[in-house]
């Protein structure tokens, strides 16, 4: 299960020499994720993500991060509609900030701002809002959108750091979750760990102590809580279908 930029396909970075004239009209349509089985979360979002999507972790060393799952088949997301509106409450914060990113600098200390130029909300027809006025200053809406990816920046470093403190306490396992389809099909979701209930339940009290007064453990039992969710994927495949199936999440 990857975690990479996913639809991110032509980022240039945002300059008023080069986008001076240009609109983005966003947030309505997210057909540009149809095809995203999963996204990264930041663990600000774990409580309110958790409320309808199964909460997983993915990636590898310093690359752990939070996942919220999208489907059961890589290529296929189960919550964006046929017209491309987002068939959820919540819309996690990876989906909200593109067409927009930061690029970061060979040492990791300089960010620029940059933007998917093939998103087919970016026009030159004043569809949606300008990124800079006519005299090439930031319009309003570019600045908020820097504040967002800032905020964004600072929530996935503290992120980093919430899934360094699960490894170093050996918490994290590789799962699967496994669904018997309707007629029959068998089907493994691979690449992706969660919190061995066991190993978090024999930590010492100083361990837990920390856990808890950093609001850690809270977001802990949040994602085991969510792994319920994998159980309501089935009833996303098709009204026809729906119950005909079931899915039992097997640790390994």
Known sequence: MATQLLFYDTAVPVSSQRHLGLSVKAGGDYGFARKAHSVPLTAVEIARAAAEYAVVF???????MPVVILGVEAGHNLFVKAGGAWDGAYVPAFVRR????????????????CIDESFSGCNREGRGEQLFDTAGERTQYLEGVLNFVKEYQVQHQNTRAFCRHLQDLGLLEPMQAQFKLPGGAQHNLTGFMAVNRVRLKALGREALADLATSDELELIYLHLHSLQHFNRMLERIGAAAAGEGDVAPVTH
């Open 58 to 64: 993915a990636g590898e060393g310093e690359a752990v």
């Open 98 to 113: 593109y067409p927009f990113v930061f690029a970061a600098s060979e040492d990791g200390k300089t960010f620029t701002l």
